[in-house]
């Protein structure tokens, strides 16, 4: 039996002799499949071509794959409760797992999302079997599953006096946020997935149902993210990947998104 992993969206599939017909992620409409077709590829062949890109973005520790994935999230490492690494990504490496451990490990992984679902199981029997924390509502999109998935449900799940995970549904329904409000230097961050997703120019973010199709989130979303949102402070906003982050002010910015996006999509803001 063979682990396959989706060679365009990075994620791995339940165990079978064969290649799946085709890959979930993919083919829903917040994906795409290559017009050059489906590719599966396994960890060992991903690891023969690829490292593990072990850097700070910012003022968090990130890991990511290098060269570049075609969804080139990185993780970052809240060194909380045993240490919490937010989101995931396909490669796993003994550098990587070591590198986190010398900056005090990782007891859970908490993902923002499924196009970040990834090589989850990979990463949690290589970290010691922790717990991989996945809202509930995004149950269905589960890919490869393991007795170390651990399914939270409703608004909240505090992981740490100051860290909180927020399900903020719009790009899926399971999505969600990380409020860290005693990160490093005094500041304040939302780990923001892509449920809020910076623009290039790092002046704002946009809401979008789909990153790569550029198809904009339901208005109704919009406004129950800045619901959920109401009264969460924040300086920065990491957003999914290395760099795209809005590092100061970075509160005031997602309002502003919030009223121009509405407005954009010609929705009268309560
Ligand atoms: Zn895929
Ligand atoms: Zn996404």
């Known amino acids: 039996m063979t ?16 290649p799946p017909a085709s890959c979930p992620i993919c083919t829903d409409d917040r994906q795409f499949v290559p017009a050059s077709g489906q590719r599966w590829t396994t960890h060992p062949e991903l690891a023969a071509g690829h490292a593990a890109r072990l850097e700070m973005d910012g003022d ?54 499924p196009h970040f679902y990834s090589s989850m199981v990979e990463w949690s029997e290589a970290l010691g079997g922790v717990p991989v924390l996945l809202h509930e509502a995004d149950r269905d999109w589960i890919q490869r599953s393991s007795p ?11 992981l740490a006096d100051d860290v909180v995970l927020i399900h903020t549904p719009g790009h899926f329904p399971g999505s969600c946020v990380l409020h860290w409000s005693d990160a490093p230097a005094g500041r304040q961050a939302l780990l923001a997935g892509d449920s809020l997703h910076p623009r290039l120019d790092l002046t704002g973010v946009s809401f979008v149902h789909s990153v790569p199709n550029h198809v904009p989130m339901h208005p109704d979303r919009i406004e129950g993210i800045r619901d959920r949102l109401r009264g ?32 954009a999509e010609g929705h009268p803001t309560r």
């Open 3 to 18: 682990v396959f992993l989706c060679a365009a969206c990075a994620t791995q599939m339940p165990d079978s002799d064969q």
């Open 60 to 113: 968090l520790f990130g890991v990511g794959v290098t060269p570049s994935m075609s969804i080139p999230q990185r993780a970052l490492l809240v060194p909380r409760a045993g240490g919490l690494l937010w989101d995931c990504t396909s490669l796993v490496t003994d550098e990587a797992v070591v590198a986190l451990r010398r900056r005090g490990g990782v007891s859970a992984i908490a993902i923002s999302h």
């Open 148 to 158: 170390a998935i651990d399914l939270w449900s409703g608004d909240r799940l505090r």
């Open 232 to 263: 969460v402070e924040f300086d920065d906003l990491y957003g999914f990947t290395w760099g795209l982050n809005l590092i100061g002010g970075a509160r005031a910015k997602v309002d502003q998104s919030f009223t121009a996006f509405l407005a």
